[in-house]
């Protein structure tokens, strides 16, 4: 959840650093800080809040050097306070710490008389390292003898006093990217921390360890044994990272929609002969498959429950959704030879991670659908089918999601075609509809002043929002409450339609409104009753629909009553991709009219790699 990032140079470090964790932020904001090593002696400069606050606190009080760490936090341990703020340290050690390391009470008990001046579980590692130090162990010996007493899942980046061009880290579970460029090495949270500065980087795997100088990196495996690791390029470009011309880094990921969902699908479609382009599958495991289990967290999880009723229906085989939180715990069957389908932006969320290695332990077989490719997930996934959406900045994931619905959506129709559940021509006129969308992603962004009205008019001054929606609609249903919760913190629920009447339409009022997502689908005359049932009881309505759904409205009287936002007509599997897009811009023009923070909401972190 929180990011840093290191820097053992030949030159100057502090803006460097400072500007990486601007790149890390979307991992966490409650606090910043960098220490660097300046003339023999350790300097630290922290602030809680927003990397601006540090950046202040830096400018009033510079410190430099050539080596330094720097962190941005995600808190678990001890608020959101300046005492809190990484790097944590003495004079002789600082030390900053993504994760969390689980048996941090127990070790304080065996450290004596130490003044401890935070709540972190952080600290502990710093006194450690320390006492080792005091006993004339270098850092190296130091590092061997703390790192078998930490449990939990965490990465960590350590700089001494009196061995200013070295850098420690050390990958328990938390991911760590190495970079070397021009006699100078780089560590941080992931390929984006080190862009622009490294062009190759390498991954530490679990257990590893490295010690970092200017210019060599050496690396450790568990065994302390040296190890290599190989260097791939750092795709990352900083020019994709930041709003462009956009307000919000949000509404800018929100627009690469149709551009992105492009270039994924073009990544796995042969356009000559519209067939899904995946010669090296293996083919004999994966069609076999008794059963498909999807398992991912938060909108990655909604993702997959569209994609559960794409392959049910297409490949005829039976489907199983599970919160990767959950399925990690559970004793769960894996019938053999089983598919399980990993979905994740980030591929570090430690719940997926978890969740798809013990169905590999049970013999299951793995396939990650992810945006990083470099990723843990996508690196011990059997098989990885990447989704081309670029770095997502925003903490509410958008083009994210519907890369991921796209690729879901090309898996299950070559699934399908291959097993013979659908003929070939069947399965190129819906590759054939898939490239047919963007042009309808366009319309459907559009109609912004739609947005905006709704929103300032509708949603901004609710008490809270309904999103309604039935069959293939019913998870866009989830994730229109889910970003609308995210970024404006109303509360917002989704629900199947026809799930209303059970109960929740107990609190429809005009201070509620309801929005039906509800293309002119086989569920629509369903839905519609349910749209009847909210106007009744005077019920504040939207509708997301297209032509044919906004001509039923007018034919039956309703127009005073429902608003509609007309999208374009799209066959009927593909609309969860389209209609994914009107809400979120709803949930983006409610949180500008409420004045939210969008690109960074209130206590939420863009990656969550802890429990
Ligand atoms: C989405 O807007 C969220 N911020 C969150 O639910 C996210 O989708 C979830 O944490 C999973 O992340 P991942 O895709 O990186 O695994």
């Known amino acids: 959840m929180c990011g840093i990032i290191g820097i053992c140079g030949t030159d100057f470090v502090a803006e460097r650093l400072i500007a990486g964790l601007q790149r890390l932020e979307y991992r966490g904001y409650d606090s910043a800080g960098i220490a660097v090593i300046d ?105 061997i003898r703390v ?38 090495s780089f560590i941080g949270s992931d390929a984006v921390a080190l862009s622009g500065l490294a062009d190759q980087v390498c991954y530490l795997e679990n257990g590893d360890w490295a010690v970092l100088k200017p210019d060599t990196i050496q690396i450790f495996d568990a065994a302390n044994k040296t190890v290599t690791r190989d260097f791939v390029a750092n795709t990352v470009q900083i020019a994709g990272l930041g709003k462009g011309n956009y307000p919000h880094a949000m509404l800018k990921e929100i627009h690469e929609q149709p551009g992105v969902i492009g270039d994924t699908l073009h990544s796995l479609i042969d356009p000559k002969t519209l067939m899904i382009n995946w010669a090296d599958y293996p083919q004999s495991q994966y069609l076999r498959t008794p059963l498909i289990q999807f398992t991912a967290c938060g909108t990655a999880y909604y993702a997959t429950l569209v994609a559960g009723y794409w392959f049910e229906q297409l490949c ?33 969320t430690m719940d997926t991670m978890e969740a798809m290695r013990h169905w590999q332990e049970l013999g ?38 519907t890369t991921q619905l796209t690729a879901l959506h090309c898996l299950a129709i070559w699934m399908a075609e291959q097993m013979g559940s659908i003929p070939k021509a069947q399965a190129q006129s819906m590759v054939a509809d898939l490239l047919d969308l963007s042009g309808k992603l366009v319309a459907a962004l559009s109609i912004i002043e739609d947005y905006k009205i709704i929103a300032k ?42 799930e209303m009447k059970h109960g929740p339409i107990a609190l429809v009022s005009p201070e509620l409104p309801v ?41 039956h009287g309703l127009d ?41 909401p209130r206590n939420l972190a863009k990656s969550v790699t802890v429990e």
Request: aromatic fraction near 6%.
């Open 457 to 498: 008019e509708v949603l901004a001054p609710a008490s809270g929002v309904f999103f309604l929606g039935r069959g293939l609609n019913y998870p866009i249903a989830l994730e229109g409450a889910l970003k609308l919760k995210e970024i404006t913190y109303m509360h917002a629920e989704g629900y199947p339609a026809g």
């Open 147 to 184: 790192l078998p007493k930490l449990e939990g899942a965490f990465a960590l980046l350590i700089c001494f006093r009196d061995y200013p061009d070295t850098l420690i880290a050390a990958r328990q579970g938390s991911p760590l990217a190495i970079g070397q460029h021009h006699g100078e």
């Open 316 to 348: 005829r085989i039976p489907i199983r959704h599970e919160m990767a939180s959950e399925m990690r715990y559970r004793d769960i069957v894996c019938p053999q030879n089983s598919l399980g389908i990993f979905v994740s932006q980030s591929g570090e």
């Open 39 to 143: 003339h023999k002696a350790l300097h630290r400069v922290r602030a809680a809040g927003k990397l601006e606050n540090l950046r202040q606190s830096y400018a009033s009080a510079p410190i430099d050097g050539l080596t330094g760490i720097g962190h941005t936090r995600w808190a678990t341990h001890g608020g959101a306070e300046e005492h809190n703020a990484h790097p944590h340290g003495t004079e002789a050690v600082a030390l900053v710490h993504n994760g969390i390391i689980e048996n941090f009470h127990e070790l304080k008990a065996t450290l004596g008389d130490v003044v401890w001046t935070s709540e972190t579980d952080t600290e502990v590692v710093v006194h450690l390292l320390e006492a080792e130090l005091k006993t004339g162990a270098d850092p190296e010996r130091a590092m």
């Open 560 to 600: 005073h009553k429902v608003r509609c936002i007309t999208l374009p007509d799209v066959p009927e599997t593909l609309s969860p991709i389209l209609y994914s897009l009107p809400v979120q811009m709803l949930a983006y023009e409610t949180a500008v009219c409420l004045g939210r923070n969008i690109d960074q």
């Open 364 to 401: 299951g077989q793995t396939t990650a659908i992810v945006n990083v490719p470099t990723s843990s997930l996508a690196r011990e996934a059997h098989h990885t089918i990447p989704t081309l959406a670029g770095p997502e900045i925003g903490v509410a994931s958008t083009k994210a999601f």
């Open 515 to 555: 929005i039906f997502i509800a293309p002119s689908d086989r569920w629509f005359s369903k839905t519609f009753s349910n749209i009847q049932e909210v106007a009744a009881r005077d019920g504040n309505l939207i509708m997301l629909t297209d032509q044919a759904g906004t001509q039923a409205v007018k034919e």
